[in-house]
């Protein structure tokens, strides 16, 4: 109640502060129901969605994929290869500058490449090809490679899970082991530390000193000039407050809109209710401990999953969720494949108490950290006790807030001593769609995403895709490697769904909203 009460009051200031602004100045101000609260300002440092937005508000990229998903050049003007393709020179575009007026310049390019390749799948792929980035002038860096590398400027566009973007180079080499302290950005927009209120609001505004492209915004891709002087993202988790904002008009759009809402809003002619992309359920198990470090118990728990029990707990409309998806990539995606799907086609609870029993599991206490602000991580979590009770896992549910989740998940404590078993989550098609964007497919053993997961036959199996040329091996490839995925269980995917956003129809841009993706340059009102 209390938390009501102060979002109410915050609410009502809110509205009341605008009503006395001129009308210009109220339209230069969008405000944004963000979906978490943003904790981590650091996107290479976590794969926390609310920390990847943050990195697009306030730094830039040197490519980014356009809404075709085709790189395109973003920070870069210009670059030529070798015809055996292991040698790229990039030039940066004349006048780029970061948020405090110095020049961004190659070697701030090149120390921010090496930092991202530390945390990145495709970044890792890259160095084990031999990837040497290189400061050849103030606007132009190569790159050497000891074989070809075909995905060079796919990786360099990567949108999501640890998208490369460019800071200052007395940044870019601190290390990756921690979040970066300090912010200064060379992206659209400014972060205002000095109005940061965790746990309620993060302000941004125009960064005067962004030069943006010429093109048209398309996706990621193109300008990003901003019709806004502020962005505010509201911290806002009771959804009830949330929605109610938004018919008043105190705010602008919700990011994501918690199902149950989805229905009820599609028939309000003041507001339009769109889809923010395909997603994918993760249950993320730790491989570090029991009862999920032995594969069988992985299986286990993927025997017993019903994809259409969880996306229809979370509350999506049948007509927003696939009821079975045999992919571990996106359905209708360019990768989908049932390989090695079958055993796990309908869920058959007493193959999966065999397996666990084989797995040496004997009723211990297994940890699943539940998160209390957001509905549908709720919901999938609560499936996700249910389905690990109907084999007879004895499930210990610790409730608390997502951000502080996103930073518990990195312990590698044992789960009686402050650490985890399991916990949920989703990841955008950008995240799931092939064997290195995947987060869960593409960690390879030794990696420092939160389970630890390592299965040297699945490594073996990425590095041939990622080389292979040939069209018709290529898929070979694939079918293996998601044939092993289903013996291995990385993680057990949850079921597919298009997740959706809520905005003020009066909002103008939002056909250009790319799959969730926070392009908020492209709107105005």
């Known amino acids: 109640m209390t938390r009501r009460l102060l979002t109410a009051l915050a609410l009502g200031t809110l509205a009341v502060s605008a009503a006395h602004l001129p009308a210009a100045a109220q339209t230069k101000t969008l405000r944004v129901v963000a979906h978490a609260d943003v904790k981590i300002l650091d996107p290479t440092f976590t794969t926390a969605y609310i920390s990847r937005n943050f990195g697009y508000m306030v730094y830039d990229t040197l490519y980014a994929q356009d809404a075709t998903g085709k790189p395109q050049p973003q920070m870069v003007e210009k670059h030529t290869t070798s015809k055996d393709g292991k040698q790229w ?103 205002k530390r000095d109005e940061w209120v965790p746990g309620n609001k993060a302000v941004f505004v125009r960064n005067p000193n962004y030069v943006p492209r010429s093109e048209p915004p398309s996706g990621l891709a193109g300008s990003k000039k901003s019709n806004f002087d502020r962005v505010e993202w509201l911290y806002l988790p009771d959804s009830n407050s949330a929605i109610a904002a938004l018919k008043r008009g105190e705010v602008d759009i919700i990011e994501q809109l918690p199902p149950d809402y989805i229905a009820p809003l599609r028939t309000d002619s003041n507001i339009k209710v769109g889809s923010g992309g395909a997603y994918q359920g993760f249950l993320v198990l730790n491989h570090l401990f029991p009862p999920f470090n032995n594969a069988k118990a992985r299986q286990a728990l993927a025997m017993a999953t019903s994809q259409d029990k969880f996306t229809a707990g979370m509350g999506y409309p049948l007509d927003m969720r696939v009821t079975y998806c045999a992919t571990y990539f996106i359905c209708g995606g360019p990768n989908e494949t049932a390989a090695g799907a079958e055993p796990y086609r309908k869920p058959d609870i007493a193959k999966a108490k065999a397996l666990l029993a084989e797995s040496g599991y004997k009723g211990e206490k297994v940890v699943l950290l539940v998160p209390t602000d957001v509905t549908y991580l709720n919901a999938e979590a609560l499936v996700a006790a249910q389905t690990m009770r109907s084999i007879g896992i004895n499930v210990d549910m610790q409730n608390s807030d997502w951000a502080s989740i996103g930073a518990r998940r990195a312990k590698k404590d044992a789960p009686e001593s402050g650490g985890w078993n399991m916990y949920v989550t989703v990841a955008g098609e950008f995240d799931v769609n092939s064997p290195i964007s995947n987060a869960y497919l593409s960690a390879a053993c030794g990696n420092s995403l939160p389970g630890w997961p390592c299965d040297k036959q699945l490594d073996e199996l990425r590095t041939a895709w990622i080389k292979e040329t040939n069209p018709a091996r290529r898929k070979e490839l694939l079918d293996a490697f998601q044939t092993r995925a289903y013996e291995a269980i990385p993680y057990v995917n949850a079921g597919q769904y298009s997740a959706a956003y809520a905005a003020r129809a009066s909002l103008k841009g939002l056909d250009k909203l790319w799959s969730g993706m926070p392009v908020v340059w492209a709107l105005d009102k």
């Not at 890259?126 to 050849?136: L, S």
């Not at 800071?167 to 912010?183: D, G, N, S």
């Open 89 to 191: 020179t990039f030039t940066l575009r004349p006048g780029l500058k970061f948020s405090d007026g110095s020049p961004v310049t190659s070697a701030d390019a090149v120390a921010s490449l090496q930092r991202w390749a530390a945390r990145d799948s495709l970044g890792r792929a890259m160095t084990g090809a031999g990837a040497e980035w290189k400061a050849v002038d103030a606007r132009t860096f190569s790159l050497t490679l000891n074989e070809p590398f075909g995905m060079v400027l796919d990786a360099l566009a990567k949108p999501s899970g640890f998208p490369p973007v460019v800071l200052p180079e007395r940044l870019a080499k601190m290390p990756a082991t921690a979040p970066l302290p300090e912010v200064l950005g060379s992206g659209p927009f400014i972060f």
